[in-house]
């Protein structure tokens, strides 16, 4: 098949492309670099089935070959990069989301939306089923992102129900391994980051607050069972991690990996930070056959192995 990728220089969409390459699939990937890196894909820039296209989203595609599917997963994902230009981060999630739509309307293509846990907000349901409709701050400064994914879910299921278009729509939760950014700002990335520069952890709040790690090729899997299932499962499905860690719990998982006692330096927590965030992934396990098969604890194995060698390169 011929898959295109938005946003697949990034964390998910280079280890999503890495997969769908082994496949044997022609894969196209769409870029603006704007917190991707080509450097993630460089390894598959002498195949015949793998194209690279530099590109902003929040413009109308052009593609002249035949497309099947389309996963979409252009936008910036971590706060540090989302909250940089809130403005680009909307018009990315709406405007790109709208200009993919009516791509794959024109190519007949499938289109699975890579949608985020953050639509849930801080939540006062726990842990959060797809059927909870969230609470979340819409002039906050992470509206940019939550409230453009939700306006990108609308989008979705208004293009299903005026077009017929073959939509899915995951929401993705936590999720942490090779290819990440040093500098992304994540809790996984800093937290390993630090521990291997040998400066204190940065703990935003006092610690208490909790999150759900997908591994990545936890989570590739999911976004694959999920594109290939049936026209049945139309709504959105949660893909994540269903363990739950405080933050201080991710250290103790840190230390030991790194074999040395870990310094924590606690600041001030951001405005909307949700205190608590776990996965209800029963649609996954019941729709789909899918949970997560890899522990926290093996996990950051090779996640730590990856910044090693990118900070020792």
Not at 58 to 72: A, G, K, S, V
Request: with cysteine; charged share 25%; net charge negative.
């Amino acid at each position: 098949m011929n898959i295109l990728i938005t946003g697949g220089a990034g964390f998910v969409g280079s280890n999503l492309c890495n997969n769908l390459i082994q496949d044997q699939h022609h894969i196209f990937i769409l870029d603006n670099l704007h917190s991707g890196r080509k450097e993630n894909l460089s390894h598959c820039e002498h195949l015949k089935n793998f194209n690279f296209i530099e590109h902003d989203i929040r413009n109308p595609l052009t593609i002249e070959e035949d497309i099947d599917q389309i996963y979409h997963l252009a936008c910036p994902a971590s706060p540090k990069f989302y909250q940089s230009d809130p403005i680009y981060t909307t018009e990315t999630c709406v405007l790109g989301s709208l200009n993919v739509l009516n791509f794959a309307l024109q190519k007949n293509a499938k289109v699975l939306f890579t949608s985020t846990s953050e639509v849930y907000g801080d939540p006062e349901v726990h842990p959060q089923p797809e059927s909870y409709k969230g609470s979340v701050n819409p002039t906050g400064i992470r509206a940019c992102y939550d409230e453009g994914k939700r306006c990108a879910e609308s989008l979705f299921y208004d293009f299903h129900r005026m077009h017929g278009l073959d939509i899915k729509v995951a929401r993705l939760f936590n999720t942490y391994g090779p290819l990440m950014r040093s500098d992304d700002g994540r809790v996984v990335s800093n937290f390993i980051c630090q521990s291997i520069s040998e400066i204190p952890l940065t703990i935003y709040g006092d610690g208490t607050q909790t999150r759900s790690f997908c591994h990545i090729d936890d989570l590739v899997i999911g976004l694959k069972k999920l594109m290939n299932s049936g026209s049945d499962i139309l709504y959105p499905v949660n893909l994540g991690n269903p363990d739950e860690f405080s933050l201080l719990e991710l250290v103790k998982e840190i230390e030991k990996i790194s074999s040395k006692k870990l310094e924590v330096e606690f600041q001030l927590l951001p405005m909307d930070d949700p205190k608590i965030r776990k996965p209800d992934i029963q649609l996954a396990k019941i729709k789909l056959g899918w949970e997560p098969s890899i522990k926290l604890s093996d996990g950051l194995i090779d996640t730590y192995e990856y910044f090693f060698n990118q900070l020792n390169r």
